[in-house]
């Protein structure tokens, strides 16, 4: 690579990773800025601690594979993890390099949509409601997914409504996406 590809692969002005099987094996320093770790902190780890909790890393992975598989790329926003613990909104797209393996070696890219998007805290079990409403499942199949009650995944719903002040799902996720602000 030259050096100008090189410069313009670092100062690019979003994050852009280069991933083998959710590892880290190359990002560019806007990603190492928007994430707040040092480069070497990056290099060689998973995708694991940009995430809260081991099943919001794996839930992701499962909404994201089927399209990967499909179409070989992927976009959707999703909060994200900051070193220091804080939560952003992150617009994400990923372009799988081996189509017959999907997450066999990927380009993601990483843009702060946070100044576009409420920032409402939501809890680690609301963040595993809201992805997988946004899969299209009905409380019932979250409930089997999240082993809870469908009552319990109602009131997760209900709560989800109040705390974005809107009325149904459909206005949540147009929300979540950045359509329709109220």
């Given at each position: 690579m030259d050096e100008l590809a090189k410069l313009a692969f670092e100062r690019a002005p979003i994050g852009i990773v280069l991933t083998e099987n959710r590892i880290i094996k190359a990002c560019n320093q806007t990603f190492v800025d928007l994430?707040?770790?040092?480069?070497?902190e990056l290099i060689s780890q998973s995708f694991r601690m940009l995430y809260e909790t081991r099943r919001e890393f794996d839930d992701i992975r499962d909404i994201g594979l089927t399209p990967l598989r499909e179409t070989g790329s992927y976009t959707d926003e999703r909060l994200m993890l900051h070193r220091d613990g804080s939560m952003f909104w992150c617009r994400f797209r990923a372009q799988t390099?081996?189509?017959?393996?999907?997450?066999?070696?990927?380009?993601?890219?990483?843009?702060?949509?946070?100044?576009?998007?409420?920032?409402?805290?939501?809890?680690?079990r609301e963040r595993q409601v809201v992805m997988?409403?946004?899969?299209?499942?009905t409380s019932k199949e979250i409930a089997r997914s999240l082993s809870i009650s469908p009552?319990?995944?109602?009131?997760?719903?209900?709560?989800?409504?109040?705390k974005f002040e809107v009325r149904n799902v459909a206005e949540l996720l147009a929300q979540l996406v950045g359509a329709g602000h109220p």
């Open positions: 994430f707040g770790y040092a480069r070497d390099l081996t189509p017959d393996d999907p997450l066999g070696q990927t380009v993601l890219t990483f843009s702060d949509i946070s100044e576009t998007h409420q920032t409402i805290a939501l809890t680690p997988l409403l946004r899969k299209g499942q009552r319990t995944v109602e009131d997760y719903r209900a709560t989800l409504l109040a």
